[in-house]
């Protein structure tokens, strides 16, 4: 079946670095990408989405670009904050289905 | 801002009781659905409800689980018979229109088996 694969936390950074989360996928057909993200103490929040291959999806500084010749979907921003600190999760949706398959998740901590 | 409201946020329960979890959906959407994350496992789908019944349901999704809509405002997952392993985060969701729009989700209920 239809699976993702990120990568593991937690994730420790400096205000400013560059942040990469790296998240693969197996599906069959196209799927559509997200990335979601969770604040503590909040539920799920979508933060960027590509639907078809070479989309590149971005909010809020972050972006993900769809590679169907490598079927990934990695997070990147280039200048994290300390309000950035959250769980971020990769998911994928098949057409014709609601449901999203998500990865594990990955804790980010950004320190001052 | 509008947003899905879960309760409670942390439930101990003894196992073989039956437990229901609550969710207050965002008012005008569709679609709703639960999830649940094992601690250290991946965010799993379990359900989606549109129109008063089940559309879409996993292998987690067996007879010991049940969802209702009992009114015009909440949605709820029953667990009739809990197990130790039914130990997790449940998520509720909802959206406007299924696959096409974003699922918005609550904060969780964190259920503990003992």
Known sequence: GDSVTQMEGPVTLSEEAFLTINCTYTATGYPSLFWYVQYPGEGLQLLLKATKADDKGSNKGFEATYRKETTSFHLEKGSVQVSDSAVYFCALSQGGSEKLVFGKGTKLTVNP | ?114
């Open chain 2, 1 to 114: 801002e509008p947003e899905v409201t879960q309760t409670p946020s942390h439930q101990v329960t003894q196992m073989g009781q039956e437990v229901i979890l609550r969710c207050v959906p965002i008012s005008n959407h569709l679609y709703f659905y639960w999830y649940r994350q094992i601690l250290g496992q991946k965010v799993e789908f379990l359900v989606s409800f549109y129109n008063n019944e089940i559309s879409e349901k996993s292998e987690i999704f067996d007879d010991q689980f049940s969802v209702e809509r009992p009114d015009g405002s909440n949605f709820t997952l029953k667990i009739r018979s809990t197990k130790l392993e039914d130990s997790a985060m449940y998520f509720c969701a909802s959206s406007l229109d299924g696959e096409y729009t974003e699922a918005f989700f609550g904060q969780g209920t964190r259920l503990t088996v003992v």
